[in-house]
């Protein structure tokens, strides 16, 4: 059933306080701000494609901030396999890709950047205060692939086939939090790996997989390899794509977007356990490693499917300590699942960060043979009973009044998708923060 927002109030505040108050309605923003427009792409004999900013990978309000504020941040640019080719460019895929297995980069100068969003009271949203991600030079950096060799990666061109240089300093923001002293986490998702910024968006430090530091080599800030080895072995294009943060910002939470592919694609197409990791950043270190068991992807109502790495991971959000509300998706649905650590196995450093584990864990969907428990999962929110909610929500906040924030990634309007916020009052309720 359609459910609509009871709009008719005077005022942004009135407006978050009458969603709080009626949980389930939802009110949909938009904006036409130019700076959301990219750049026009066209090759010879195809059609123009005009691209706009892609806001939506990850979002975070911090306390204190406006009521109506939240920060996005946008992943490594305009992009796409050659199989999509067609649709985007109106080209033959051969013409661009030449018979390789490549990644096309329309605008292969984009910087992931960070941006402020404000809500307005006519159902539109600003986007303010743009922060580009640079190394410690102040070079911008792009989100072309990395030069990895522990890890599989991605061969980049441009619109026309031409090869791009791989970069060592290059990133795929996704999740991002900003903590009380200004600074930002963000989840990196082709390293695998996590980043601390600084308020300028200059990289203070890149958190690895553990022995693939050498990779990094070169890049213009600091490497460490403080992540488990194991992650290596991620899908290519399924790393990290959150960030959440505690409320005494002692803790960070982030997961891996699937389940690994450990030992080989085999096991990943068909593994239901991904991994949620607890950063202690007072002994900055791991402290906790979790399972988090995907749903069946045929309880995706608005795009069913037969293949269980159609559901991901792009978000999680905090609502206390140890308790998050992760954001589980497919190309069209998109669940809230509230989750809390307490009574779920801690796996750090045992047997199933050891690579020579076999079966893997990713090869054992049921954990009660191997004595394993994973996080409990309630479901709070199903965006099939929401018709107004864009496709690939990504991005969460909770605003000032307590109500729910959600933003999409919309892929640089490669497809020609709106960004676009949907906002609900009383899906969750927080901790005190």
């Not at 109106?90 to 969003?117: F, N």
């Not at 906790?288 to 045929?298: A, K, N, R, S, T």
């Not at 009574?343 to 004595?371: F, H, K, V």
Request: charged share 25%; net charge negative; glycine share 8%.
């Amino acid at each position: 059933m359609k459910r609509t927002f009871a709009a008719g109030v005077a005022g942004f505040a009135a407006l978050l306080l009458a969603s709080a108050a009626m949980a389930g309605d939802a009110r949909v923003f938009e904006t036409k701000s130019a700076i959301n427009n990219l750049s026009t792409v066209m090759v010879d004999g195809g059609k123009a494609r005009d691209l706009t900013i892609g806001l939506g990978s990850g979002a975070y309000r911090r306390p204190g901030d406006p009521a109506n504020m939240f920060y996005a941040v946008s992943d490594r640019g305009p992009n796409f396999v050659c199989g999509d080719v067609q649709d985007v460019l109106g080209v033959a895929e051969d013409v661009v890709c030449k018979g390789k297995k490549v990644r096309i980069y329309p605008t292969p100068d984009y910087s992931p950047s960070i941006y402020t969003i404000f809500l307005n009271d006519d159902g539109s949203f600003d986007i303010k205060d743009v922060i580009t991600i640079k190394d410690q030079n102040g070079v911008p950096l792009t989100g072309l692939t990395n030069k990895l060799t522990v890890a599989k990666t991605e061969k980049p061109v441009d619109a026309n086939g031409n090869p791009l240089e791989q970069s060592v300093s290059s990133i795929d923001a996704e999740g991002i939090i900003r903590l009380s002293d200004g600074t930002y986490w963000i989840g990196e998702e082709n390293g695998p790996s996590v980043l601390h910024v600084a308020a300028d968006g200059t990289v203070i430090e890149r958190i690895v997989p553990a022995g693939s530091e050498k990779d990094f080599d070169g890049a213009a800030y600091k490497v460490s390899g403080g992540l488990p080895a194991i992650l290596v072995t991620r899908q290519t294009n399924r790393g990290i794509e959150s960030m959440a943060v505690s409320p005494d910002e002692t803790k960070l939470y982030f997961m891996v977007q699937n389940p690994l592919a450990n030992p080989n694609a085999d096991a990943y197409k068909a593994a239901k356990n991904t991994r949620l990791f607890v950063y202690d950043r007072v002994a900055q270190k791991l402290t906790g490693e979790y399972i988090y068991q995907l749903d069946d992807p045929q309880t995706f109502r608005n795009d069913p499917s037969k293949k269980q790495n159609a559901p991901r991971i792009s978000e999680v959000l905090a609502l206390g300590n140890d308790r998050l509300l992760v954001l589980e998706r497919t190309d069209k649905t998109t669940k809230l699942h509230e989750i809390k650590l307490d009574g779920a196995t801690n796996i750090l450093a045992t047997r199933w960060d050891d690579m020579s584990t076999s079966p893997s864990l990713e090869q054992q969907n049921d954990l009660s043979t191997i004595d394993l428990v994973a996080v409990n999962k309630t479901l709070r929110f199903d965006s099939a009973d929401y018709p107004e909610a864009p496709n690939k929500l990504e991005g969460l906040a909770i605003m000032g009044d307590g109500a729910l924030a959600m933003i999409n990634d919309n892929d640089f309007g490669i497809k020609g998708d709106p960004t676009k916020v949907i906002l609900i009052g009383g899906l969750v309720q927080a901790d005190k923060f």
